[in-house]
Structures are given as structure tokens and as C-alpha cells.
């Protein structure tokens, strides 16, 4: 990996998750409302490095919170190495 330089990855990504809202029904008479609707937002970053011609290693990291009132909070990341012929 002498003298290769690394090229960084930024992904920023917002969605939202949900629509309708639905209710459930307990012992026939109470409903209660469901309510998953919420927007978020996520940020990541990443490198990737080639080790020669055909060999590299990527890794990243995303953080994704809420950006409405109900708490959503992750981290995922992955990394891995790429072959190509």
C-alpha cells in the first residue's frame, strides 16, 4: 500500500418511514393508534485503498438519527475487500 492514496466516500442520505398511520385493537373495543411516521436523516463516510491493480479494502460507517420527535437513533458500518479480474 506504499504511496497509494486512499479515496474517501461520504454518503448523506434522508427519508422518511411510515405513511398512513394504523391502529391495533384490543379486547375488541379499545383502538389504539399506531404511530410510526418519521423522518430521518443519515450521514456516513468511508475510504477505500488499492492495494495493487485488481485488490482493494473499503470500510465505512453511517450514523442516522431523527429529525421529527420520535427517537431513531443507529450506527451501522461494514468493511471489505474487493477483487476484480
Known amino acids: 500500500m506504499a504511496g497509494r492514496c486512499g479515496s474517501p466516500i461520504c454518503a448523506p442520505t434522508s427519508g422518511l418511514i411510515g405513511g398512513n398511520p394504523e391502529t391495533t385493537t384490543f379486547s375488541g373495543v379499545d383502538m389504539v393508534p399506531l404511530i ?21 479494502l473499503f470500510g465505512n460507517a453511517d450514523y442516522q438519527f431523527a429529525v421529527t420527535s420520535y427517537r431513531r437513533d443507529g450506527v451501522k458500518g461494514s468493511l471489505g475487500l474487493r477483487y476484480t479480474w
Open 36 to 56: 410510526y411516521r418519521n423522518q430521518y436523516v443519515e450521514v456516513g463516510g468511508g475510504l477505500k485503498a488499492s492495494l495493487n491493480a485488481h485488490l482493494s
